[in-house]
């Protein structure tokens, strides 16, 4: 199994999270210790996995990864020319795990490759239907917070309600202030100097 990212910074959050998550599932006692003893929990950015080297990636279609799971968080980020390498390097029979959200950090290089793969996969009839999964429960903010909301509405174009919903204060955690630059300027320090110190 590899577990890889973008980024090395990204890698080192799926490792905070995959160890966090098997420590969570043993004290819990839904996943033997001796079996998460055995579970990776490294990850590496994806050019260190494929192998970077002068003259291109040391794993490709005629040297493919040995892994027989590769798992990617972070995928948005992944550009066009990197997914193509990814996916020559894994191996035909093995199984590769794409995690991100489209809607989050796209690539800074060409290609917006997971947007595109996920519309393609509510197309009728597509082979990419029955392998996504959508997930809708956000883990980034407390339960407190409705940041999701926003974005869901922020992502339908659904400005009306949005707007009708921040002045309404219906968003928790969400604080919607009128006036100009100075007076955004104001409210930031008031709330976040105090916070800082």
Not at 22 to 42: F, I, K, M, N, Y
Not at 51 to 70: A, I, K, S, T
Not at 179 to 188: K, Q, T, V, Y
Request: glycine fraction near 8%; proline fraction near 6%; hydrophobic fraction near 45%.
């Amino acid at each position: 199994i590899a577990l890889a990212a973008p980024t090395g910074k990204a890698a080192s959050r799926l490792e905070e999270s995959v160890r966090e998550s098997l420590a969570a599932q043993v004290e819990r006692g839904s996943l033997d210790p001796a079996l998460a003893l055995q579970l990776p929990t490294t990850a590496s950015a994806l050019h260190r996995l494929l192998g970077w080297q002068r003259g291109g990636f040391r794993h490709g279609r005629g040297h493919p990864l040995p892994q027989q799971l590769v798992v990617v968080d972070e995928a948005s980020m992944i550009d066009l020319a990197l997914m193509c390498r990814l996916l020559e390097a894994v191996a035909p029979e093995a199984q590769l795990v794409i995690v991100g959200d489209p809607d989050q950090l796209p690539s800074v290089d060409t290609g917006d490759v997971l947007a595109a793969l996920c519309e393609a996969s509510e197309q009728a009839g597509s082979p990419l239907r029955d392998a996504r999964q959508h997930l809708s429960h956000p883990h980034r903010q407390s339960a407190g917070v409705d940041v999701p909301k926003l974005a869901t509405l922020v992502r339908e174009g659904a400005t009306e309600a949005l707007l009708r919903g921040l002045d309404a204060a219906a968003f928790r955690g969400v604080n919607w202030r009128h006036g100009n630059e100075a007076a955004l300027h104001a409210a930031l320090r008031a709330e976040a100097v105090p916070a800082y110190r």
